[in-house]
């Protein structure tokens, strides 16, 4: 059921989706839990033109609508919540158990604060756990997040950055830049669990290999747009 309390909440999730009927009754069900648990859940629609949104009212889910854009749809998400304490969920992405704990202790600890969950990629390549492995180290010694590990922030390092830029790729990058220069990370060892039907699909191998052209040409400053229309 949608959230009728005035406490405002230790928590609030923001999910952007598009056309996510496929794996929408598992997210749900995921959402479900933790708003029994006291989070505020922010379903962000970028103008699905499947069943998205019509399933997620009918389980008793608010929905914000968007233009779309994980960027656009984030910030909106952010926008209509109410927690001084956000992350930011991809709809193919778990959290642990235990997730509103972890975050309790971290913001406790130092507020404001910003960081991400180790990541495991669930799929049926051999690479996969290679792949987050490496994910995991590589983001540890660069600071750097990627929205498959389920970013947080204070909101008011949320605001200091200006919200997430408005780009069609890497807008996870950009906004760990952007975090990292106001504080160090949190890089919490426990794990979310997102979908590797990005390397399934695609190959492994195919998609390691663009994923780290597209970071190395990031880096040298070519634009997120023409970025984005190779990632397609």
């Known amino acids: 059921m949608p959230r009728t309390s005035s406490v405002q909440p230790e928590l609030s999730i923001i999910v952007p989706v598009l056309n996510e009927a496929a794996v929408l009754t598992d997210l749900l ?8 648990r006291g989070a505020e859940i922010v379903i962000v629609d970028g103008g699905s033109t499947d069943q998205t949104v019509a399933m997620a009212r009918n389980a008793g ?9 994980r960027a656009n749809q984030m910030n909106a998400g952010a926008g209509t919540s109410h ?12 959290l642990p158990d235990d997730a509103d704990q972890l975050l309790t202790r971290t913001f406790n600890s130092s507020e404001p604060a910003w960081g991400r969950f180790d990541v495991v990629i669930k799929g049926r390549s051999r690479m996969l756990p290679v792949i987050a492995a490496l994910m995991n180290w590589r983001s540890r010694l660069s600071g750097i997040a990627t929205g498959d590990q389920a970013l947080f922030m204070s ?5 200091q950055t200006g919200g997430f830029p408005q780009q069609p790729l890497m807008e996870d990058i ?9 504080c160090t990370p949190v890089c919490l060892r426990d794990k979310v669990v997102t ?9 492994s191998w195919s998609t390691i290999l663009l994923m780290w052209q597209l970071r190395w040409a990031y880096w040298r400053g ?4 023409q970025l984005a229309e190779r990632y397609r």
């Not at 889910?61 to 854009?69: C, E, I, L, W």
């Not at 927690?83 to 778990?94: G, K």
């Not at 070519?222 to 747009?225: E, I, L």
């Open 83 to 94: 927690s001084e304490r956000l992350l930011f969920l991809h709809a193919d992405t778990r």
């Open 195 to 203: 979908s590797g039907r990005r390397w399934d699909t695609r190959g």
């Open 174 to 182: 950009e906004m760990s830049k952007r975090l990292k220069q106001l």
């Open 61 to 69: 889910f608010d929905v914000v609508t968007a233009p779309a854009g």
């Open 155 to 159: 909101r008011e390092l949320f605001h």
């Open 222 to 225: 070519v634009p997120a747009q």
């Open 29 to 36: 069900a995921h959402l479900a839990h933790w708003q029994t």
